[in-house]
């Protein structure tokens, strides 16, 4: 064994030994060198390129999984709306002449109870369409109307709270109180009760003394009073107004004519404005026909 080792030995110190001068070392080295430079590049190459595919791998599948959810919402999205009801615009026909609702209830107040549509002049009078004349004209206002005698008068009025009745006192020419009892209807108003205090003196005062004398004073008149019909206020629409001066003045009043011998005048919204007396009693005692008026406190 030794021998083999000596004679290796031997052989190896008989090859030639190889002579390198320093730029073949130098040259050898740089080739060592650039291989070595090259291959770590390589190296790192590979490790970017393996963390590039990886970080591409996980977007791509992200985007993937995206699109796939994105798609599944739109098509729920379209299943609903698509189950609401659309209009058929085969059947809708738009036209610029149907009637406004405004323009139909415009039209609807020009026209009368009649359907007729109304004139100019209808439109301008409003006494022809009145829905309350007692109202309008205030007939159960208080008043004080004047006379240089026995004609003159003041009266209140009170509507009863138990009754549909309207009762109204005052003095009659300073001298006697009166009280008067008005029944309503409709558009006619009637006095169907009338007393002087001094006819039931001692009754009337006892009544006066309670109270609730007015609603008492009722009862009595119902009761106690002879039953009358006199016509107070009525009101007819085709009737119109009338001017009437007084003391200098001109009103416009609506006529109401009692019995073609008197006619009691109304003011609109003051209520009795004038009394006009023409019947032969008035005559005869004055000479001609007497006006009283309004005395009007305002004024």
């Keep these: 064994m030794k021998n083999n080792h000596d004679d290796f030995d031997k052989k190896l110190e008989q090859m030639p030994k190889p002579s390198l001068n320093d730029e073949k070392k130098r040259e050898m080295h740089e080739a060592i060198t650039e291989f070595s430079q090259k291959y770590e590049e390589?190296?790192?190459?590979?490790?970017?390129?393996?963390?590039?595919?990886?970080?591409?791998?996980?977007?791509?599948?992200?985007?993937?999984?995206?699109?796939?959810?994105?798609?599944?919402?739109?098509?729920?999205?379209?299943?609903?709306?698509?189950?609401?009801?659309?209009?058929?615009?085969?059947?809708?026909?738009?036209?610029?002449?149907?009637?406004?609702?405004?323009?139909?209830?415009?039209?609807?107040?020009?026209?009368?109870?009649?359907?007729?549509?109304?004139?100019?002049?209808?439109?301008?009078?409003?006494?022809?369409?009145?829905?309350?004349?007692?109202?309008?004209?205030?007939?159960?206002?208080?008043?004080?109307?004047?006379?240089?005698?026995?004609?003159?008068?003041?009266?209140?009025?009170?509507?009863?709270?138990?009754?549909?009745?309207?009762?109204?006192y005052g003095h009659q020419a300073h001298a006697v109180t009166r009280y008067e009892l008005f029944a309503v209807k409709e558009d006619e108003v009637t006095i169907i009760r009338s007393v002087v205090d001094d006819a039931d003196y001692e009754r009337i005062e006892s009544i006066l003394h309670l109270d609730n004398w007015k609603e008492a004073m009722i009862e009595y008149l119902l009761d106690e009073a002879e039953p009358i019909e006199e016509t107070f206020f009525t009101y007819d629409e085709q009737q119109s107004k009338e001017e009437v001066t007084v003391e200098g003045q001109t009103y416009m009043l609506y006529p109401v004519v009692i019995d073609d011998e008197k006619t009691f005048y109304f003011k609109e919204g003051e209520g009795i404005w004038v009394k006009f007396y023409s019947d032969q009693a008035t005559i005869d005692m004055y000479g001609e026909e007497q006006k009283v008026f309004r005395i009007n406190e305002n004024e």
Excluded: C, W
Aim: aromatic share 12%; proline share 5%; charged share 30%.
């Design 42 to 168: 390589k190296q790192r190459r590979g490790f970017f390129m393996k963390r590039f595919a990886a970080s591409i791998g996980g977007v791509a599948i992200a985007a993937v999984a995206a699109f796939f959810i994105i798609t599944s919402l739109n098509e729920e999205t379209l299943d609903i709306v698509g189950d609401e009801p659309q209009p058929d615009y085969d059947q809708t026909e738009i036209t610029g002449d149907e009637p406004n609702e405004r323009e139909e209830d415009a039209t609807d107040q020009k026209k009368d109870e009649t359907g007729n549509e109304k004139s100019d002049d209808q439109k301008q009078d409003p006494d022809e369409y009145v829905v309350n004349p007692l109202q309008k004209y205030d007939v159960f206002s208080d008043y004080n109307l004047y006379h240089p005698s026995y004609l003159s008068e003041a009266r209140e009025f009170y509507q009863s709270e138990n009754t549909d009745y309207v009762l109204a």
